[in-house]
Structure formats: structure tokens, C-alpha cells
């Protein structure tokens, strides 16, 4: 079912835009291509959108579960535990003061700023006890407010990295080209095997860490293979289109009602749900202000903020 509805909202984000297009021009475009202009909006400008929109949402949906399981927290999620501020900065400087305009030099500074966020959460969020799930959450709130403060700080100095990051800090996949994404998918795919590969360790510490030494998983290795694999998913998809939040947050809940408690099962949900979502909002961006258009950055945030809201009240919140 979840297959299913990815292949719909893909066939639709391909359909819908600011011109009307007819199937037949569409699936001409995709398999015989001709130089008329309705197929070239779809070759050049529908396609990667929806490309981008596929991977990214991919990235955010499989990061959120992994983030929620590895802190068995259920209001993780890299842009509320300041993962994205974290990669945002990181790529503002690469570009705003070291005239780094690529995404093969500026991902890398993605990643790192992921990776030290997300340490830099977990290392705050900590107790004697173990991690405090508000904590960790006042934390991140806290670490993404600073690091976003000081990318605005950054593009409001430089006005021409100001004009590049506008639509990327938004967070939008529009007038991303293929050649944005080609350089990512290694990296999405080391981080795929190591998400899987620790998920049967992760479902184990969902018992707590004493029973879960005991069952044989072995913590350490865990905890660190899943912040990579967290890093490389949330700086990848930042690095290509820029912050997007609360992705991350609703779908491994939505996969968790549907496949219950088993990691691997909401990893797997989750990689198809979550660029449905992120299509979907892609669509809804498209058509609510026609002839104009909402980044789907923020049209995730209007869907995601009462989201947030009702888990924060519910008693259960503090833990997976």
C-alpha cells in the first residue's frame, strides 16, 4: 500500500504544476523524448524536482526513525534536536565565506555539521541516569536557535550568499538538477546498510541498555554506526535542499501505527512514506498560491506544528 501511494504521488508531482499537462506529453518526455517546450518542462524541470523530492524525503523519513529509535525518543527528529541547523551553518560557510558554490565541496561541510550537532545534542541531553527525552529535546531547540542565528548572521554579511541560500534555507526542491543528487547517493547508501544493519541492535536497547547488553547487542558499536548513518542521511538531504523539517518527526510515527515496534519494519515504512509526504506538501505548495509557489519546507511545517503539538500532550511523549 505504501508502494503504492509513493507511485501516485510521484505520477502526480510529475502532472501537476503551473501548467497543465497532458499524460500522453508526460509519458513522452519520459520514454521519447521530442524538443517541445511541454516536454521539456517535464525533462528539465518536473522530473529532478520529483527525483529530488524521492531521495530527500527518503533521507529525512529514514533519519527521523533512526533518531527516534537510537534516543528512544518520540520527539526526536533532526530538525527539532538542531541536526539540520547544525548542517545549515556548516554549508553557509562553506559557501558564504569560502566561495564554495558546489555540492561536492559544500556537502562535506554538511555532514560535518550534522555530526557535531548531533553530538553535541547527545552529549547535552545526557543525565547520570541515562538520556532525558526533554532535555535532549530543550537541547536540540537550544543548539539549532544558536547555529540558526548565526546562519542568518552569515548571509545578512554577504549579500550574494544571502541570494543563493534564499530558496535553500526555505527548503525546497525546486531548480535542484540531477547532477545534485548523483553525488549523494553513495553516501545515502552506506548510510541504507548501516540503518539495517543496526536495527536489530536498536530493538533490543528499546528494552533499555542492561537487557539489551545482555541479548548481546553490542551498544557502543550501535551508537555509533547509527549516528553515521544519521549524519550522512540528514547532511546529505540539508546539503541538497536545505532544511526541512518535521518530515522526520510525523512519518516513523505513522510507521510505527501501521508495522508496530520492530525497527526494520519502520525503517522500511518509513523510506516510503516519507517522499510521499514530501511530495505531496511539494504539490500542495504548487497549487495554494497559484501562479505562485510555497517552498515545501513550508508547507511541512504548517502540517508538522500541530503534529508536534499533540505528541508533546500526550502522557506517553517521554519515551519509545
Not at 137 to 149: D, R, T
Not at 150 to 160: E, H
Not at 187 to 205: C, I, Y
Not at 229 to 235: P, Q, R, W
Request: hydrophobic share 60%; glycine share 10%.
Amino acid at each position: 500500500m505504501a508502494l503504492v501511494l509513493l507511485v501516485v504521488v510521484a505520477v502526480l508531482s510529475l502532472l501537476i504544476g503551473s501548467k497543465a499537462i497532458a499524460p500522453s506529453v508526460v509519458w513522452d518526455a519520459l520514454f521519447d523524448p521530442s524538443p517541445l517546450p511541454d516536454q521539456f518542462s517535464v525533462s528539465d524541470y518536473r522530473l529532478p524536482r520529483t527525483v529530488v523530492g524521492l531521495v530527500v524525503g527518503a533521507a529525512l523519513g529514514l533519519s527521523g526513525a533512526l533518531i527516534q529509535a537510537l534516543t528512544r525518543n518520540p520527539l526526536a527528529e533532526p530538525g527539532i534536536l538542531g541536526v539540520h541547523a547544525g548542517a545549515s551553518f556548516a554549508v553557509a560557510v562553506a559557501i558564504g565565506l569560502l566561495g564554495i558554490t558546489s555540492i561536492e565541496g559544500y556537502l562535506w561541510f554538511g555532514f560535518a555539521g550534522a555530526l557535531i550537532v548531533t553530538i553535541m545534542v547527545l552529549l547535552l541531553g545526557s543525565t547520570r541516569r541515562g538520556r532525558s527525552a526533554v532535555l535532549m529535546v530543550l537541547a536540540g531547540v537550544s543548539v539549532g536557535a544558536m547555529f540558526g542565528g548565526a546562519t542568518t548572521a552569515l548571509t545578512l554579511i554577504d549579500p550574494d550568499a544571502f541570494d543563493q541560500m534564499r530558496d535553500w534555507h526555505a527548503g525546497s526542491v525546486v531548480g535542484r538538477p540531477l547532477d545534485v543528487v548523483w553525488p549523494i547517493l553513495p553516501f545515502f547508501a552506506l548510510a541504507l546498510f548501516l540503518a539495517f544493519a543496526v536495527s536489530g541492535s536498536l530493538n533490543a536497547m528499546a528494552l533499555g541498555d542492561e537487557l539489551a547488553a545482555a541479548q548481546g547487542a553490542r551498544l557502543v558499536r550501535t551508537r555509533i554506526l547509527a549516528v553515521l548513518a544519521l549524519t550522512l542521511l540528514a547532511g546529505g538531504a540539508t546539503a541538497i535542499a536545505g532544511p526541512i523539517g518535521f518530515v522526520g518527526l510525523m512519518i516513523p510515527h505513522v510507521a510505527r501505527w501501521i508495522v508496530g515496534p520492530d525497527q526494520r519494519w519502520i525503517f522500511a515504512c518509513s523510506l516510503l512514506l516519507a517522499p510521499s509526504l514530501l511530495l505531496a506538501s511539494d504539490i500542495l505548495g504548487r497549487v495554494a498560491m497559484y501562479p505562485g509557489e510555497i517552498p515545501v519546507g513550508i508547507v511541512t511545517a504548517f502540517l508538522g506544528a500541530p503534529i508536534l503539538v499533540v505528541l508533546v500532550r500526550r502522557k506517553k511523549a517521554s519515551r519509545l
